[in-house]
């Protein structure tokens, strides 16, 4: 049995029982909105202020989009790993089969979402990422064939994501660096999702006359060499810059200007809610619920239209004073939010947006 013909099966039986977004007639509420992150294993803090983020984000809304009730079911993707292939599928399929289910929110790196994409876009349900920034998800890139059709088995895009994508980052890092005098750079990669990021980096800093050296996770710098040298280190996030041993931090706009009064409210809540400051991806899991709750809200309630629905509002989506600022998701899934701080230390020195 075909993936399309299990999700068509289990569709039809849970609309039979008198629940659902499919079928004849109208939506009958709860929707479900599956949250899929690491909630344990090393990356868990970072998947657990995502997960958070959406949380806050939910009950914000009174557990609604619209008129109609919205739930969150929040599911491990790590089972105590990086993440875990095995998990990553079956938070996948169990979206797919749930005839309740309106969108996906994960995964949290690109890796993973690499897995869980085609399945949930088989089925047409929408998936939002609050930190896979692969640009093979909604674009041709370089060691990736075939992208991102290869990630669209429907044909259409079901992806979208609320973090800049990584090539955003490295150009930004590249700027930065230039700025700084730098005219050596040494990208810190190595692994096999770092490499895709390291390669933009790379022909980013050779447009602004910087010389690149590949290099593995470590290298010793001289912190009085002038001009200064670069390094970039493409992973985790927040994406890191050093110039010359002077640790430098070119973060997410996870990293929010304190200034404005929605990221004031945001870290309020959201240390009243949970007891801790937002970390860098809290931003991101929050706004990843608030574009599927528009979406939701958006789509209507005619059940054998809801889905497509959902997932054809958040394509052009449009995000104004939000926690993140003013931001729209394009037509392929990208982000056009790009506030992108530039930190030495705890001190903000700059925002950058570049050019693609």
């Not at 659902?20 to 009958?28: A, D, I, L, Y």
């Not at 969108?103 to 949290?108: C, H, K």
């Not at 990021?197 to 980013?204: H, T």
Request: proline share 8%.
């Amino acid at each position: 049995m075909t993936i399309r013909t299990a999700v068509a099966v289990a569709v039809l039986a849970a609309a039979a029982a008198g629940c659902g977004v499919s079928g004849e007639g109208e939506v009958e509420a709860p929707v479900t909105v599956y949250v899929s992150l690491p909630l344990t294993g090393p990356r868990a803090p970072d998947g657990r202020d995502a997960a958070d983020g959406a949380r806050l984000a939910l009950e914000r809304a009174s557990g609604k989009a619209g008129s109609l009730e919205v739930r969150a079911e929040f599911l491990d993707d790590a089972n105590r790993r990086g993440w875990d292939p095995t998990a990553v599928g079956r938070n996948a399929r169990t979206a797919v089969q749930d005839s309740s289910a309106a969108a996906y929110i994960g995964e949290l790196d690109s890796e993973p979402t690499r897995a869980s994409v085609p399945v949930t876009n088989d089925a047409g349900l929408l998936q939002v990422s609050p930190g896979a920034g692969g640009v093979d998800l909604t674009r041709p890139a370089t060691g990736y064939p075939d992208s991102p059709d290869r990630y669209r088995p429907s044909g259409d895009p079901n992806f979208a994501r609320t973090v800049p994508a990584d090539d955003v980052v490295a150009r930004a890092a590249a700027d930065w660096a230039s700025e700084l005098g730098a005219t050596r750079a040494v990208v810190l990669a190595g692994r096999p999702f770092e490499d895709l990021a390291a390669a933009e980096f790379e022909s980013a800093a050779a447009e602004r006359g910087i010389e690149v050296t590949i290099a593995g996770g470590s290298y010793s710098f001289n912190s009085a060499a002038s001009p200064p040298v670069a390094a970039y280190i493409p992973h985790p996030i927040p994406q890191r810059l050093r110039i010359s041993g002077q640790p430098m931090t070119l973060a997410l706009s996870a990293q929010l200007d304190p200034s404005a009064l929605p990221t004031r409210e945001f870290i309020s809540q959201f240390r009243a809610r949970f007891g801790r400051d937002p970390g860098p991806y809290a931003a991101y899991g929050y706004e990843a619920m608030e574009i599927v709750l528009q979406s939701i809200a958006a789509a209507g309630t005619e059940a054998s239209q809801f889905r497509d629905n959902v997932r054809e509002a958040a394509f052009g989506a449009e995000r104004t004073g939000s926690v993140l600022g003013d931001y729209s998701i394009d037509s392929e899934g990208d982000t056009t939010e790009c506030m992108i701080q530039r930190y030495r230390g705890d001190e903000p020195l700059s925002a950058a947006c570049p050019p693609l």
